[in-house]
């Protein structure tokens, strides 16, 4: 066979616009075709629709029946996927297939479309050609046009259907009207094949309808399949329906839900923010290691906080709780810095002097160093206000490379400021420790508790028990915070402490402590600080730079001798800022000078002095002791007059305690008996009333170590004989006029060169204390061991 044989070879009329589906009244039925197989389903004669099939190599084909004047060829239905293309068997095409009549081919991007109108079935005669393009001999099989009842009954019943189908679903109706248009829905045979068409069959089923071609049969076969599509229909539109409703009330869940967290976001309890609180409070946690029973304990909460409204009160105590309970330091540990090197550069860089001192936390940080740890330990620094306690603190925090915390105790009489309210409490809150731990971000800071000598007690609990709970290291492994309720290890933090004096720490407490004492500066030691740390600070603190603003030694030296004599330097580093602002001020006038300030210029700054050199008192009468209190060594004159000659009587002024009027008593008990022994008219407190006072009488004072200078006093009055001045002397002194040992030898003559006295009386007992002060101390000081009364006397008189 050649490509020559073709059915036609006239052309196509030029304009052919068909309607779709218009039936043509043209019944010409070529017997020689051109075919093309199409897939998923077959074609049926009542059809109009649109087809693509593959450019290569149906595109041949396609010119060829344009050229033909019928325009048109045979579709053919092949159940091969791979059929699209040439390589399919010409013999596997099923008995009919459907001639149509092509309209309106276009080409696009490898694809051929055109519209095709079934006109009839047909059935292959014979192969003309094998190979694109296919050209077959056909003919048209005819169905018994009988109109027997049971077709018509059957035609019914596929109306019927077809009616169904409609309301189900809006295509029908338009594939319905192009049909109506061509046929008359009486004629059985298109009937028939309309209704297999609108079904959804499977390709094999729809070609023996196709297949088949009594009316009767194929009605039968059609009919089933008209049914099921119904009920299919049916069921999808019901199932769209149910579908719909659900999306409907989802939709509707999903905007009333909008609509609620905008309310609640009016009104500041949005639902979010709770789990983002949950959130945020298990991010906390992460990295952290927490106890067991503290894990369990948190996650309750968690639970707890997720069942909760936002807006209830509830829900705030709960938040709170987590908040502070995620946001401590579970199981963060720092490392310890421990180089004594460093650490000695760094407590040097940060004081002078102070050297005994820093060996003291030197071999405690060597002692750590050796066990590698610092744990367990409590310092106490103990010494006067403004000696450096709480920069020594900072300073071994700082050498050890740890968070460093302060807060006072001083004053504090209820426990719960450091063990924490319980949660039944409004406004409950954790203890100062744990408001430490979270504020450091470690278990192991360095934490200073200030003031423990000036704690209180009350009612609501004794803090120092919960200190002492709080600070031993056999307790505080477990230490329970009332707030939390939950048990914290604090045996890694360091504990430093401070207090002004021993007296009034309790004694459980001070057994667990490494007392440090800082005793107080002499006035070289203060001109040392000065000089090197306190005048460059306020110079800093100003903005000030020491090329516009100077002072020399002497204005120093005359600012700590006649402004500031405490033991400490707080005083001083007071005045040295007040100096340093004045002169600020100068200097806005005149921005080019340099100030210098002199010690001729001080008392513009500072007012008119404080202290003068010849305030120690001297006289009948009257003898310098040397005292020692909280705020550290002092000089303490007593004096003693007769105020008439009536009677016999004493009385004592100045605030004294109780020690401290016992040791007045025993004064005046063992001088009035021992007159004689030292010079004096035996008679002579027979008829006096003798008035004792001790200086400075709004400050409490209190101790035995007054006792040799008031008996001293009493002496003096008695022989009517001033003592030689310039020396100050203490002791307790008893009954049988034996001198006893003082504390605080090492303050008392810190106090007594302050106030430039260089001659002292000391009991023989603190012969020891003396001669282990350092050699700066005792320079020039001429001091007389007492062992008795009587050695006090002679030096005196
Ligand atoms: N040896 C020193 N060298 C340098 N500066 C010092 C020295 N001693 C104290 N200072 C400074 O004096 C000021 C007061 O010291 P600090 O606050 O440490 O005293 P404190 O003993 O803790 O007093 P308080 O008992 O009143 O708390 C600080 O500015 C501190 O730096």
């Not at 020689?32 to 389903?41: A, T």
């Not at 180089?339 to 940080?365: M, P, Q, S, T, V």
């Not at 120093?556 to 007040?578: C, D, M, N, T, W």
Request: proline fraction near 6%; aromatic fraction near 6%.
């Amino acid at each position: 066979m050649t490509d020559e044989i073709s059915p036609d070879h006239e052309r196509a009329p030029e304009h052919e616009v068909i309607p779709n589906g218009l039936a043509l009244p043209d019944q010409t039925l070529p017997d020689k075709l051109y075919v093309i197989p199409i897939h998923n389903r077959p074609f049926f004669p009542a059809q109009v629709l649109p087809v693509i099939v593959n450019d290569d190599p149906w595109a041949e084909t396609l010119e060829r029946v344009a050229k033909t004047q019928h325009q048109r060829m045979a579709l053919f239905f092949v159940d091969n996927s791979s059929a699209d293309s040439a390589a399919f068997d010409p013999d596997s095409l099923p008995r009919h297939g459907t001639m149509v009549r092509i309209h309106h081919a276009t080409r696009e991007g490898g694809k051929l479309q055109f519209v095709a109108q079934g006109m009839a079935r047909v059935h292959i005669r014979g192969w003309l050609r094998r190979k694109p393009p296919y050209l077959v001999e056909v003919d048209y099989p005819k169905s018994d046009e009988d109109q027997r009842d049971e077709v018509k009954a059957y035609g019914m019943a596929l109306i019927n259907a077809i009616k169904e189908l409609l309301p189900l679903n809006p295509l029908y109706s338009e594939e319905l009207k192009n049909y109506l248009n061509r046929f008359s829905p009486h004629d059985p045979s298109p009937l028939a094949d309309f209704a297999a068409a609108l079904t959804t069959a499977p390709g094999l089923e729809l070609q023996e309808v196709l297949d088949c071609v009594p009316i009767l049969k194929r009605m039968e076969k059609v009919l089933p399949l008209l049914r099921k599509e119904v009920e299919v229909a049916r069921l999808q539109k019901e199932l769209s329906a149910e579908v719909d409703r659900k999306i409907g009330e989802r939709q509707r869940e999903f905007f009333l839900k909008e609509q609620l967290k905008v309310i609640q976001r009016e009104l500041g309890i949005t639902k979010d923010d709770k789990s983002a609180d949950a959130d945020e409070f298990r991010a906390r946690l992460e990295g952290k290691t927490l106890p067991a029973a503290a894990q369990k304990r948190i996650d309750e909460e968690l639970d707890k906080l997720s069942i909760l409204e936002t807006g209830s009160p509830e829900y705030a105590v709960t938040r709170n709780y987590l908040d502070w309970a995620t946001s401590l330091p579970w199981g963060v540990y720092g490392k310890d810095k421990l180089d004594l090197k460093r650490a000695r550069k760094i407590l040097d860089k940060h004081h002078a002097g102070l050297d005994d001192i820093k060996n003291r936390i030197i071999e405690f940080l060597a002692v750590g160093a050796f066990k590698g740890e610092i744990s367990g330990s409590i310092v106490l620094l103990v010494g006067p206000p403004g000696v450096g306690k709480t920069s020594i603190g900072k300073s071994i925090a700082e050498s050890l490379g740890r968070p460093f915390y302060r807060f006072s105790v001083g004053g504090m009489r209820d426990e719960a400021e450091i063990k924490g309210h319980r949660r039944t409490y409004i406004g409950a809150m954790p203890g100062k420790l744990v408001q430490a731990l979270k504020d450091v971000e470690v278990m192991n800071p360095v934490i200073m508790l200030d003031e423990i000598d000036k704690m209180g007690v009350s009612y609501q609990g004794d803090p120092a028990s919960a200190l002492l709970e709080t600070l031993d290291p056999e307790q505080n492994v477990e230490f329970l915070d009332h707030y939390l309720d939950l048990r914290l290890d604090l045996s890694k933090v360091l504990f430093v402490c401070t207090a002004n004096t021993l007296d009034s720490i309790p004694g459980p407490l001070l057994d667990r402590m490494e007392v440090i004492r800082l005793s107080g500066y002499i006035a070289e030691e203060k001109l040392a600080i000065a000089k090197r740390h306190l005048w460059p600070k306020q110079l800093e603190k100003a903005g000030v730079t020491k090329e516009h603003l100077a002072i020399n030694d002497a204005a120093l030296r005359e600012v700590i001798e006649s402004y500031a004599r405490e033991a400490g330097v707080r005083q001083l580093e007071k005045q040295l800022g007040k100096i340093v602002r004045k002169s600020v001020v100068k200097l806005l006038d005149a921005p080019d000078t340099k100030v210098k300030v002199t010690a001729k210029d001080l008392e513009n700054y500072l007012g008119s002095p404080v202290f003068r050199n010849e305030q120690v008192l001297s006289g009948v009468g009257v003898i310098t002791g040397l005292a020692w209190t909280s705020m550290g060594g002092a000089t303490l004159p007593i004096e003693a007059t007769r105020i008439h000659t009536l009677n016999r009587g004493f009385k004592l002024t100045g605030q004294l305690g109780e020690v401290m009027k016992e040791s007045a008593e025993i004064a005046y008990s063992y001088v009035s008996s021992h007159l004689q022994d030292y010079q004096g008219d035996p008679e002579f407190f027979d008829q006096a009333f003798v008035h004792l006072h001790v200086p400075e009488g709004a400050t409490p004072k209190d101790g035995p170590s007054a006792g040799i200078t008031m008996a001293s006093a009493l002496l003096s009055l008695a022989r009517n004989q001033a003592p030689r001045k310039s020396v100050a002397m203490t002791g307790e002194l008893t009954l049988t006029g034996q001198v006893l040992p003082i504390g605080g030898v090492r303050e008392k003559v810190i106090a007594a060169r302050r106030q430039k006295i260089f001659e002292l009386i000391l009991p023989e007992a603190n012969r020891g204390h003396f001669d282990e002060l350092p050699a700066y101390l005792k320079d020039g000081l001429k001091v007389h061991f007492a062992r008795r009364f009587a050695d006090v006397a002679k030096v005196l008189f």
